[in-house]
């Protein structure tokens, strides 16, 4: 892709999709960059479009929405920010700012996981708002080279199709199309049991083609992304320092914002402080693991990773971390223990050990996506908490009545950080227009709120 | 091989004192016994093969960088944890373990370089240092299970609540191969309260993270952390045939056969209340719960009591009056009996899991293969310890046969031409490591009765 200042030249086959992928209905493949020119405000303008669809698509998910919802969205987002005034152009604008995106996002491991999973997410909707013959034709262009189960076969495993298919709520009347592929093609559906499986092999149906399609969609873009990185690094970012870089660099900050690996304003909390803090400041997801650790004086790995960064993004420091961790655990597994098996993976989460990174805080999406066990109190109360124990836990942070209803009612609809942010308003008695979405900015947000009000009783008390 | 000889002797000699004072000390964990079993017994060789998967021959398309690019753990007596070993030879790594005596080794993934040198690699940027192959491993506690067996919490174990790895090996091993169509799987004893499972089908071996997470779950049926009172939901008009199948050839028996009446469910209010939480209809579950609450003893005949209530339980929820509670009775059974699985240690390729054959350092138990197909007999209880295995040898006194022994037993076993190690033949091997000491199996024999 070239990047001029000024005129463009558009190279008719790109307009057209060949070269670059565009399906039939106009959904590309990316498979290879487009060689056109793009004018540098259109670079950026364009980027940001498509990352307001990929945002869009990141909150639809972490709300938990159902399949269908998430096709709404996709397609409402879609219309929203990716059409262009000149229709012709529209293709053009999909692939430029796709490209560009890849640059932004390519840079590290967390970058590039996010971006997977949003175009992912994104195409796999696309998808399925084409026609059967687009589909078909972009199943051709991923060369994938499975053909349809033959009679025979079918027959002999109709019986299991139809139960599985009966699972997953549709009719006992099977559809009499099926691909037998090897199961690794079709994680998602064989993570939510939606195919029958037989000796390695997933039964999966036309309508479910879409998932086969993905997966060789997100295994091209993954390659990419790496290739794309080692590019950067080793030529571009030098080359295009005083253009590219600059915007690149930007664009990815403008979307996660602060990633609270470091406290806001150096600000610090110290040991003692932690039982307060939390009473007034903290999450329900946090306010609970502090009062399981306190009460069982241990927090399985789920909730000592959880929980432990969140410390460290509210500001308490390695060493006060260590002191507190080895309070709560010497009581229970002896402090030589705790030295042995539990200190490591604390100076890990700040990036004192192992591959030094240091650490990001979860966000809520991570945190609403977790998959807590058994003896587990990490997650998301409103997402992983029974309705009797949700309704316990907030009773005891002084919640009750209407404004608990109303919490309780989004949880319902799961939206979960809705709930959150709710909480967040009954127990300050302010509102909240950003929303919750990251358990460190709801202690941030708090202990703003709480400075503002005790600085009011202050003046107040001094006139 | 003086040196042996005098080792042999101080065995002895250790072995003589052991017996005399079996009953004041525990057999167990001894560091001495450790040396000497790593010594004579551990089977270098065949582990050593094991992990190379036929990469050791000399055939084209052989790698031959590849056993050496595997992860070994160590952890050393005073619990110094020693990341990243590897070996390039059978002698280098017996060499190592020998002169080491680590009290635990773990097996981490193959990575794309050999892990002791990745520290060289780690300055051309660019992460060069990754995992690529590495066997699909899945981990079962019991204490995990704490909420539905009463015999024993923690990682305590009895054949009361056993059946519960049971369960968990038959259902998966069916799944595994049926389903998925592996067949290289080794399950293992984890020497106190569970079991790990070995998938070394080079297809496993393969798989990426997202595979593996998508098989982990195509597995989970319980969810929920500690705080939902209803873990186990199962949603669709029918079961899904994995869990359909589960439910009538391993689940159900299970449940209603052993664990009914070895975890005395329904023998206490609060064990049958647990029970009730689950029903989702309140006004069955307390109509239940009165009718048990009112006749404690004295109505109920000879019947068992709880398989009279789980009967009683079972009609009221068939009964056609309550629509869609059917399906409760198995959501019930299903929360007593499934697999419970430790999720992360499957999803992940970089998890270190400890080696079959090791010792385990709290009980002194080998780390035994389990037969899937005779798993039912399996009896944790029975394994040999470490110092139960050294009497045996000691008594035979054929310390020195015995390392040509396990040996010769291994290969009457495999072809004599064999470019691929037969995983089948590894799982055998259990029997061989027992079997090879005759002594300690009278000894059991003997405590037992």
Known sequence: MEIVRSHRQIAAEAAAGVGCGGGAGGLPTYRVAPQLEVRLEEFELFAIDRLRVLKGIADGLSRGKRPEEMEKLVKELWKAHMRHQDPTETLNKDIISHFVLRLVYCRTEELRKWFLSMETTLFRYRFRLESPESQRMLMSEFQLPYKALPHSEFEAVKDKLSQVARTIGQSAAVESVFFKVPFEEVPDLVASRRVFLSKGYAYVAMSQVVSLVVTQFRCNISKALVLTNRKWTATIKEQEKDRLTPIVEALSNAYFGPDYSQPKDAVEISLKDIDQLAKTSFPLCMRHMLEKLRENHHLKHGGRMQFGLFLKGAGLKLEDALAFWRAEFSQKVGSERFDKEYAYSIRHNYGKEGKRTDYTPYSCQKIISATPGVGDHHGCPYRHFGEDNLRAALNKMGISGHPLEEIMDKVKNRHYQLACTMTFEAEHGVSCDTGINHPNQYFSESQKVLKAKNQAVQSQGTT | MAREDEKA????????????????????????????????????????????????????????SYVGRREFSFTLENDIYVRFQSFDSVAEMENSIKEKCPFKIDIGPVYSVDPAKRHAYAQSGNNVFVPVERELIFDIDISDYDDVRYCCSGADVCMECWPLMTIAIKILDASLRDDFGFNHILWVYSGRRGVHCWVCDSRARKLNNEQRAAIADYFRVYKGGENT?????????????????????????????????????????????????????????????????????????????????????????????????????????????????????????????????????????????????????????????????????????????????????????????????????????????????????????????
């Open chain 2, 229 to 449: 009172m209803k873990k186990v939901s199962l949603t669709g008009a029918v079961l899904h045939p994995f869990l359909a199948r589960s439910y009538t050839d391993v689940l159900k028996g299970f449940f209603e056969d052993k664990l009914l009446l070895s975890q005395q469910l329904f023998a206490s209010e609060e064990r049958y209340q647990k029970i009730l939480d689950l029903i989702p209809d309140e006004n069955v579950a307390s109509e239940l719960h009165d009718k048990w609450q009112g006749n404690r003893r004295s109505s109920i005949s000879k019947e068992d009591v709880n398989a009279t209530r789980w009967e009683q339980l079972k009609s009221t929820l068939q009964s056609g009056k309550h629509k869609g509670l059917r399906r409760c009775i198995e959501e019930i059974v299903f929360s007593y009996t499934y697999p419970r699985l430790d999720m992360e240690v499957s999803k992940h390729m970089n998890h270190l899991l400890k080696a079959p054959f090791c010792i385990h350092p709290k009980t002194g138990r080998v780390c035994v293969p389990i037969d899937p197909n005779n798993c039912d007999d399996f009896d944790p209880t029975t394994v040999p310890t470490l110092s139960q295995v050294f009497q045996g040898i000691v008594s035979a006194t054929i310390a020195e046969s015995l390392q040509g022994g396990i040996r010769k037993l291994i290969q009457c076993q495999a072809p004599a031409v064999q470019e691929y190690l037969d995983l089948v033949k590894f799982t055998q091997l259990p029997a061989d490591l027992t079997n090879l000491v005759p002594h300690e199996k009278l000894l059991l024999h003997e405590t037992n009765h």
């Open chain 2, 9 to 64: 002797d101080a065995m002895e000699i250790d072995g003589q004192h052991q017996q005399v004072a079996n009953t004041a000390v525990p057999d167990g964990f001894n560091a001495d016994y450790l040396r000497i079993y790593y010594g004579k017994l551990f089977p270098h060789v065949d582990f050593f093969k094991w992990l190379s998967y036929g990469n050791d021959g000399k055939h084209p398309g052989c790698d031959q």
